[in-house]
Every structure is written in structure tokens, then in C-alpha cells.
């Protein structure tokens, strides 16, 4: 199956840092990526829906100026969690939308902990 | 207000015997659902499908139901193998799926298989 990487696979970071993922489709184009996080013993909750060449939309209750969404290719989009705290740690997953096998590949998620 | 749920946070069985895993929703738009399977610290990996147009998709073990006038689905896994035992999501999607849809999770289930 189609291939979706994160980086960095964990991170610790300083109150009051920010902190950038990456999610990458790696053999195949994605015109639209999704953010997701989980706390732990929690279900997997959408933040947001990312766009290629366009302005993320994000789900009620999320900070768009908070967790800044990039996607500036059709094989990359970041998120970056400005001025990051220690609720904001947490497993944050994305996922690549294939349209040629019409199917969401998940990438394999970031540990965020903030200190 | 969490649309998908999974009632059960957990399920115990003995390998070779069938596991049942339930999820309900209230969304009544929904009309295409998903079953993933995640290891911690993984991303889901995706299991199988259904359209709201039937009610039984099967594929090898693995088997998903759909009662849409009870808004509930279930997956069957039968025979169920210890390496079956991780958590399990159901997740919730209008407009017939595609992958550009956004896609709503439910809580998730622990699957533990006993050898």
C-alpha cells in the first residue's frame, strides 16, 4: 500500500517553543492531508483538513493560529504548534488522501511532549 | 459531543473463537463507515469497509455489519488470532467515503487475544 511518513517519530520540546511535523506521502500525490490527535486512551480526534495550494480548515474548538497548518506541495504538509505547552503534548497523526485508489493512508504519528 | 462511539473499552477472547467489536453513531448523514486497527504509537491501519447501501461487507476473517435503523455496526473476526489484539476504531464518513472525506473516529476498543 501507499506509504505516509512523519517526522521527527517523537519530540520534546520547552514551554513557550514551537514545534514542526512533517507528514509526507511518499509514492503518491495528496491533494488533501488530515490532522489528528490522540491522548492517550483517547480516540483519534480531526484538528483539521489541509489543502494543497489552499488555506487549512479546521475543526471547532481548534486554534488556527495555535497549530499552523502548511501544505505547500502535493507531497507535504506540516503542522506547527506555536508557543507549545504541556497540554498541548500529545500523539498527533496524519493522514494522506490517495484519489487514484480513492483511500486515506494514515502516516505513523509524533510523540509531543512538552516540558 | 462525540458522534461515533464504541461502548466497550475493552474485550477479551480466546484465540480461536470470535470477537465481536460494536460501535454506534447518531450522525443519521453518515453513509460510509471504516474499522482501523492501531498498535500504540502507530497510525490505524485500515481493515475494512461498508457503504450505508448494505449491510454485510466481508473480506477473509474479518466481517462488518451494518444496522442502519439502529444507526450500529459491528466487526466480526473469526478465527481470532493473538495477533489480532490491539486497539480498534470505528470511523464515521458522509458523502459515500472517498478519500477526501474527513473522517470521524470513534473511542476505540482494546482487543486482547489469549493464546
Known amino acids: 500500500g501507499a506509504v505516509v511518513s512523519q517526522h521527527p517519530s517523537w519530540v520534546i520540546c520547552k514551554s513557550g517553543t514551537s514545534v514542526k511535523i512533517e507528514c509526507r506521502s511518499l509514492d503518491f500525490q495528496a491533494t488533501t492531508m488530515f490532522w489528528y490527535r490522540q491522548f492517550p486512551k483517547q480516540s483519534l480526534m480531526l484538528m483539521a483538513t489541509?489543502?494543497?495550494?489552499?488555506?487549512?480548515?479546521?475543526e471547532q474548538g481548534v486554534e488556527k493560529d495555535k497549530f499552523l497548518i502548511n501544505h505547500a506541495s502535493l507531497t507535504l504538509s506540516t503542522l506547527t504548534v506555536t508557543s507549545a505547552h504541556p497540554e498541548d503534548s500529545s500523539f498527533y497523526i496524519c493522514?494522506?488522501?490517495?484519489?487514484?485508489?480513492?483511500?486515506?493512508?494514515f502516516g505513523p504519528g509524533t510523540r509531543l511532549t512538552v516540558l | 459531543d462525540q458522534q461515533v462511539k464504541q461502548n466497550s473499552p475493552s474485550l477479551s477472547v480466546q484465540e480461536g473463537r470470535i470477537s465481536i467489536l460494536n460501535c454506534d453513531y447518531t450522525n443519521s448523514m453518515f453513509d460510509y463507515f471504516l474499522w482501523y486497527k492501531k498498535y500504540p504509537a502507530e497510525g490505524p491501519t485500515f481493515l475494512i469497509s461498508?457503504?450505508?447501501?448494505?449491510d454485510k461487507n466481508e473480506d477473509g476473517r474479518f466481517t462488518v455489519f451494518l444496522n442502519k435503523s439502529a444507526k450500529h455496526l459491528s466487526l466480526h473476526i473469526v478465527p481470532s488470532q493473538p495477533g489480532d489484539s490491539a486497539v480498534y476504531f470505528c470511523?464515521?464518513?458522509?458523502?459515500?467515503?472517498?478519500?477526501?472525506?474527513?473522517?470521524?473516529f470513534g473511542t476505540g476498543t482494546l482487543l486482547a487475544v489469549q493464546p
Open positions: 489541509s489543502n494543497e495550494g489552499s488555506k487549512a480548515t479546521y
Open positions: 461498508i457503504s450505508s447501501i448494505k
Open positions: 493522514s494522506a488522501s490517495d484519489t487514484n485508489t480513492d483511500t486515506q493512508y
Open positions: 470511523a464515521a464518513s458522509t458523502n459515500n467515503g472517498g478519500a477526501t472525506n474527513k473522517l470521524i
